[in-house]
């Protein structure tokens, strides 16, 4: 029994230490690195730039240049500062013409989380400087983080439960251990021979077995384990943030949508008038690839990348004329939502005003095209919850608010005047 209480007392003082670790933690999730990156890909990518100056100025150290309440107050509201007559504020407007945004949307918390980011870039940068070694890239993308939050907190609640369990347990061996010190004389004396030299080690582990708390706890343990990592494999069943697959062609936005600054609609016409932002045919191509043949780059010969279109339409440059033995581009899809999941690409794009890269990431800078965002259920809710509705000039709106005025009269509403009628509602 007295064996058993220095197991618990060793025990309960790692696991003090790390519960103190886990709550040291858990409050550091406010500044979350991860968190930052995808804020800043999604709202800072388009003008800034860590290490090299952009549009705007390059953000590295920024966090050392300027305070954090200057900063705090800047992101949120850069043009009120401008406006206010603040002494930094306008002399970054005369180095780097051009307003920048407003983030009223952001809280301090995220913008904390941003900076953070930043801060990371900047060590790994630092890092990469004195071992030489390439740094992490942007188009890396890690697993999904969705649990990772409930994962810690049920793992601190798991370990307090066992905290509570071992003082308990150790409460309960020391009072056997006093009942055992005062009866001492009603022990016989073959149980001192337990700690003779020489123990039998296999019958204590024996003994240790049969302690059915000892026994319990530790089934626990490892049931909480196993649940645990098995609940967060599970969650992220059927994510595919990160998947980058190898096309046949190699396109590189970073190209075409970056450095010539090609309109995402220009190939995905689709995006802004149905369910699907459609893949663009090779024709699309060839408006600009009869004549851009990227030769320079290749000697005077064709571009192979090019060449591929080429094979595919069957098309002979010399003649300019296109062949009999057309074939389709056999593009790999990257972006896959469940068949029972239906989105919309033109009520987002067109009724929402929702930006190309607020899904797809800073899709200007890929030169591969990577799945940016989870894209699962949890995400898009949140994406909802935050998005506010402008419905100002938007007839669909219009419509939807007579609909409303005409419910508060007792008229007859019917299914056709709230969109009832349009194909996609059934045929999609």
Not at 1 to 20: D, T, Y
Not at 42 to 57: L, R, V, W
Not at 102 to 125: G, M
Not at 342 to 369: D, R
Request: charge should be negative.
């Amino acid at each position: 029994m007295r064996h058993i209480s220095l197991v618990f007392e060793r025990i309960a003082k790692p696991v003090s230490v790390a519960l103190v670790l886990l709550f040291a933690v858990s409050s550091l999730q406010a500044q979350d690195p991860k968190e930052g990156e995808t804020i800043f890909r999604a709202n800072c990518t388009s003008c800034h730039k860590i290490e090299t100056k952009f549009i705007g100025p390059a953000l590295t150290k920024v966090y050392e240049h300027r305070e954090e309440e200057w900063l705090l107050k800047w992101i949120h509201n850069a043009p009120a500062m401008i406006a206010s007559g603040d002494p930094i504020a306008l002399e970054l407007e005369s180095q780097f013409p051009g307003a920048m945004s407003a983030f009223p949307q952001l809280t301090e918390d995220q913008i904390k989380s941003v900076l953070a980011y930043i801060k990371s870039e900047d060590e790994k940068a630092a890092a990469a400087a004195v071992t030489g070694a390439p740094g992490t890239g942007g188009d890396a993308a890690g697993a999904s983080g969705d649990a990772s939050n409930f994962m810690i907190i049920g793992l601190v609640a798991v370990i307090v439960l066992a905290f509570a369990v071992i003082l308990v347990l150790n409460k309960v061996i020391r009072t056997l251990e006093r009942v055992i010190s005062s009866n001492q004389t009603l022990i016989p004396e073959e149980a001192e021979a337990e700690d003779a030299p020489g123990k039998d080690y296999l019958g204590k582990l024996k003994k240790l077995a049969k302690n059915k708390k000892l026994v319990f706890f530790t089934v626990l343990l490892v049931a909480v384990f196993l649940s645990s990592a098995g609940w967060k494999t599970l969650w992220n069943v059927g994510v595919h943030e990160g998947y980058k697959p190898v096309q046949p062609i190699k396109f590189s936005h970073q190209l075409h949508a970056g450095v010539n600054q090609i309109d995402c609609q220009y190939c995905h016409g689709g995006a802004y008038k149905s369910k699907n932002a459609s893949i663009p045919s090779a024709n699309v191509c060839m408006n600009c690839h009869k004549a851009i043949t990227a030769s320079d780059k290749y000697d005077g010969e064709l571009s192979p990348e090019i060449a591929k279109i080429y094979r595919a339409l069957d098309y002979d440059p010399e003649t300019m004329e296109y062949g009999p033995n057309q074939r389709p581009i056999e593009w790999i899809r990257i972006h896959n939502l469940p068949d029972f999941a239906y989105f919309n690409h033109s009520q987002h794009v067109v009724v929402a005003g929702v930006e190309c890269q607020t899904c797809h990431g800073p899709i200007e800078t890929m030169a591969e095209v990577y799945q940016y965002s989870p894209l699962t259920m949890k995400w898009c809710i949140d994406c909802h919850k935050e998005t506010e509705v402008n419905h100002e000039g938007n007839a669909y709106y219009d419509q939807l608010i007579a609909a409303h005025e005409q419910l508060k009269k007792g008229e007859k509403v019917t299914a056709a005047m709230l969109g009832g009628l349009e194909c996609g509602k059934c045929h999609y």
